[in-house]
């Protein structure tokens, strides 16, 4: 059965850090690129953070509302990808998803490049409150 499953979420107060993990069954996760989602109560979904394959180049890219806060990496040997969330705000409050993802020129803007989700995980909570 192919499966993303999220997990890491929870609640933590402004400025702290969470990371969050995507991790795959019945398949091999570096062999895709990977995207990290989030959608607030209310708000559309937005992509905020990708990672193009292993056999590709690796690269990474990230909305701007992210950026210089949020990183994201693979460990092809536990075949999982995580997002590491620094400096939180209570805007990024969300449920958080992984997906994997291909380029596409019509496709959701994640930094430089277009992409369309495949198929998701379940989503994880994250609230940042004091």
């Known amino acids: 059965q192919v499966q993303l499953v999220e997990s890491g979420g929870g609640l933590v107060q402004p400025g702290g850090s969470l990371r969050l993990s995507c991790a795959a069954s019945g398949f091999t996760l570096d062999t895709y690129a990977i995207g990290w989602f989030r959608q607030a109560p209310g708000k559309e979904r937005e992509g905020i953070s990708c990672?193009?394959?292993?056999?590709?180049?690796?690269?990474?890219d990230y909305a701007d509302s992210v950026k210089g806060r949020f990183t994201i990496s693979r460990d092809n040997a536990k075949n999982m990808v995580y997002l590491q969330m620094n400096s939180l705000k209570p805007e990024d409050t969300a449920v958080y998803y992984c997906?994997?993802?291909?380029?596409?020129?019509?496709?959701?803007?994640?930094?430089?490049?277009?992409?369309?989700?495949?198929?998701w995980g379940q989503g994880t909570q994250v609230t940042v409150s004091s």
């Open positions: 997906a994997t993802v291909f380029r596409a020129p019509d496709g959701i803007t994640i930094g430089t490049r277009r992409i369309r989700p495949g198929f």
């Open positions: 990672i193009s394959s292993s056999s590709d180049d690796g690269s990474t």
